[in-house]
């Protein structure tokens, strides 16, 4: 069973930055292609980024320019590194396969206010 932990999440003000962590048990990283979602207050949950088992990287228009994923295979870790952070992130954020091969985790909240 693959168990997904988000972490660091937190209250941020608008032109801040955070970085995520995404730990995951009893995968390989460098088998699938994993990705961050958020879902936003009322709102579907959304795809933001990806990263492929050779590193490429794919991301929202909404976070491009600003969000950065990547993985440490090594750790079976996936980050998301996020600058110049908006109101309009304020959300939950998950990890998973592209396409949601695994049960979901918790999720990690990010809330950009002043």
């Known amino acids: 069973q693959v168990q997904l932990v988000e972490s660091g999440g937190g209250l941020v003000q608008p032109g801040g930055s955070l970085k995520l962590s995404c730990a995951a048990s009893?995968?390989?990283?460098?088998?699938?292609?994993m990705a961050w979602y958020r879902r936003p207050p009322g709102k579907e949950r959304d795809l933001v980024a990806s990263?492929?088992?050779?590193?490429?990287?794919n991301y929202a228009d909404s976070v491009l320019g600003r969000f950065t994923i990547s993985t440490d295979n090594a750790k079976n870790t996936v980050f998301l590194e996020m600058n110049s952070l908006k109101p309009e992130d304020t959300a939950v954020y998950y990890c998973?396969?592209?396409?949601?091969?695994?049960?979901w985790g918790q999720g990690t909240q990010v809330s950009v206010s002043s």
């Open positions: 009893g995968t390989n990283f460098r088998i699938y292609t």
């Open positions: 998973n396969s592209l396409g949601q091969r695994y049960a």
């Open positions: 990263i492929t088992s050779r590193g490429y990287t």
